[in-house]
C-alpha cells in the first residue's frame, strides 16, 4: 500500500487487479493501545499475499471480523456478507437443509477487502472446494492449558516429530498464533475424513503413553488439568484452522507462523516473536518454508 505521513485520510481508494476497492477508518486501532491500525492490517495482507494466497485458494474460507478492535466482541462468519463486491468468488456448499455460500480467495484484492471488514483470522477447510470430503492433509493440534510454557508444547512436538519420522513421513509444523502448536501431515486426497482423524488419533495415543505427564487425551477442559491436550478432533468436514500468515486476535497482532524443526530446540523460542510487524523479514529472507504442505502430498502408513 501506499506510505502515508501523518494523520490518515477517512478513506483512501485503491486500485487493485483493476478491482477497485475504497478503504475507510484506516486510523481505527484493531488491537487498541498498541498502536496497530486497520491501515496496519491491510498494507500486511497485501505483503504477505503471496506466501499466504497458496493455502486459501481453492478452499472455502471461513472468517472472524473484529469491526470494534479485539477489545470488543468480534464473530465468525462463513456466509459471503451481503454489501460484498460483485468481483468476490464464494461457492455453496449445502450441510443439511441449509445451503452456506462461503468466501473464496483469489488474489491480493480479496485479502485487502477482507482487511477493511476487520478480519483478523482466516480459517481454511482441511479439503479442496473440488473435493469436500477428503483432505489434502492430516493435523496434529498440540493445546496447552494456560500456563503451560511454550517450551513444553516444542518438547510435544518434536516427540510427535520422531514418531512420524519413524513411519516415514515428513511432517510440517507451525504456531497457532496463540500458544500451542499445528503440525501437518499433507495426503494423497484418497482418505476419508474418519481415515486421516482415526491415524492421527492412533499417533496421539502412543504419543500420550510416551509422555503421560505432559499430555492428555481428555475432550472435557475441566478434566484436563496443567497438560497439553492432543487434539485429533479437528480432522472433520468443516472443521477448520487459522491458515498460515493469518493475524490472531490477541495481543501484540500474533501471526499463525511456520517452523523448522530445528527452531523448536530453541529456548528463546516463542509465538509472540512472529506478528504483523515483524515477520514480514523473515518472509523474505527464507521465503514460504509451509510450501510443501501444498505439495508433499504421502500415503499413510
Request: aromatic letters at 10%; hydrophobic letters at 35%; charged letters at 20%.
Amino acid at each position: 500500500m501506499v506510505r502515508m505521513k501523518g494523520c490518515l485520510p477517512v478513506s483512501v481508494s485503491l486500485d487493485i487487479n483493476e478491482k477497485k476497492l475504497v478503504f475507510t477508518s484506516l486510523e481505527k486501532e484493531l488491537w487498541p493501545g498498541e498502536g496497530i491500525t486497520k491501515y496496519n492490517l491491510i498494507k500486511y495482507y497485501l505483503e504477505v499475499a503471496p506466501n499466504l494466497l497458496p493455502h486459501l485458494r481453492g478452499r472455502f474460507l471461513v472468517i472472524q471480523r473484529f469491526p470494534n478492535g479485539i477489545d470488543k466482541e468480534g464473530f465468525y462468519q462463513k456466509n459471503i456478507p451481503a454489501e460484498a463486491p460483485s468481483w468476490i468468488s464464494t461457492a455453496p456448499f449445502r450441510h443439511g437443509e441449509k445451503t452456506t455460500r462461503y468466501l473464496l480467495a483469489d488474489g491480493p484484492e480479496t485479502l485487502a477487502w477482507l482487511g477493511n471488514l476487520a478480519c483478523l483470522e482466516i480459517h481454511p477447510w482441511l479439503s479442496p472446494v473440488a473435493n469436500p470430503d477428503q483432505p489434502d492433509f492430516a493435523v496434529f493440534d498440540l493445546d496447552p492449558a494456560p500456563g503451560i510454557p511454550f517450551s513444553s508444547v516444542c518438547r510435544v512436538a518434536l516427540e510427535l516429530h520422531r514418531l512420524m519420522q519413524k513411519r516415514d513421513l515428513r511432517v510440517y509444523p507451525k504456531t497457532s498464533g496463540a500458544s500451542g502448536i499445528q503440525v501437518y501431515l499433507p495426503l494423497q486426497p484418497r482418505y476419508s475424513y474418519t481415515e486421516s482423524r482415526d491415524f492421527c488419533h492412533n499417533v496421539f495415543r502412543e504419543l500420550y503413553r510416551l509422555l503421560p505427564r505432559l499430555t492428555t487425551m481428555e475432550r472435557s477442559v475441566a478434566r484436563r488439568g496443567r497438560k497439553i491436550y492432543l487434539d485429533h478432533l479437528q480432522n472433520a468436514r468443516g472443521k477448520t484452522l487459522v491458515a498460515p500468515y493469518s493475524p490472531r486476535p490477541l495481543p501484540g497482532a500474533p501471526v499463525s507462523t511456520p517452523l523448522e524443526w530445528h527452531e523448536l530446540s530453541k529456548a528463546s523460542l516463542h509465538p509472540s516473536s512472529f506478528n504483523i510487524l515483524t515477520i514480514m523479514p523473515r518472509l523474505q529472507a527464507r521465503g514460504d518454508i509451509f510450501s510443501p504442505v501444498l505439495t508433499d502430498r504421502q500415503h499413510l502408513s
